[in-house]
T-cell receptor
């Protein structure tokens, strides 16, 4: 059965800290890995990763994929209270149409 | 514009009611999705429409009936739901060009409560 596992499930840090969120996966017909941030409602897109070893950056956030070891990490530097959210990792597999398999999410809380 | 809209935002219904959830996108995307999300859980895929045809049904009970009237609209018809069906229902869309990886963009969701 396809699996996407995120760790830690919950993380509490102080503003200014750097955090690393982990996502490991076992899926057949892998196509890409996506990171989303979910606050109160809809998940908002952060990154899509398709190639190993190529870091994607957006401001204080960055992410990288290792297709050999089947994992990805999401880094957030100089965290701010607005970074508090659930971070979802999803793996896209090809199954006729696109299908996303989500991990359980990491609940990140940034304290001032 | 990467907006997916959903109506209503909130819906309370009884177990004998019939209601519909609506989703709309004007990004020219040809794939649309319904997800169900329970509290503190990740979204779970329910249905995928690709070029207005149902591509994936994740063994969803027949009390949920999807419909894709055109490439911009996706409906989810609800009938005889159970209290355990209470959840946030998310719609998403993506380009879905064959062989091209693509991002799914999510709508704000409809929070459904079944009494």
């Amino acid at each position: 059965e396809d699996k996407v596992v995120q760790s830690p499930l919950s993380l509490v840090v102080h503003e200014g800290d750097t955090v690393t969120l982990n996502c490991s996966y076992e899926v057949t017909n892998f196509r890409s890995l996506l990171w989303y941030k979910q606050e109160k409602k809809a998940p908002t897109f952060l990154f899509m990763l398709t190639s190993s070893g190529i870091e994607k950056k957006s401001g204080r956030l960055s992410s990288i994929l290792d297709k050999k070891e089947l994992f990805s990490i999401l880094n957030i530097t100089a965290t701010q209270t607005g970074d508090s959210a659930v971070y979802l990792c999803a793996v896209e597999e090809v199954q006729g149409a696109q299908k996303l398999v989500f991990g359980q999410g990491t609940r990140l809380t940034i304290n001032p | 514009d990467t907006e997916v809209t959903q109506t209503p935002k909130h819906l309370v219904m009884g177990m004998t009611n019939k209601k519909s959830l609506k989703c709309e996108q004007h990004m020219g995307h040809r794939a649309m999705y319904w997800y169900k999300q329970k509290a503190k859980k990740p979204p779970e895929l329910m249905f995928v429409y690709s070029y207005e045809k149902l591509s994936i049904n994740e063994s969803v009970p027949s009390r949920f009936s999807p419909e894709c009237p055109n490439s911009s609209l996706l409906n989810l018809h609800l009938h005889a739901l159970q209290p355990e069906d209470s959840a946030l229902y998310l719609c998403a869309s993506s380009q879905d060009f064959a062989g091209v990886t693509d991002t799914q963009y999510f709508g704000p969701g409809t929070r459904l409560t079944v009494l």
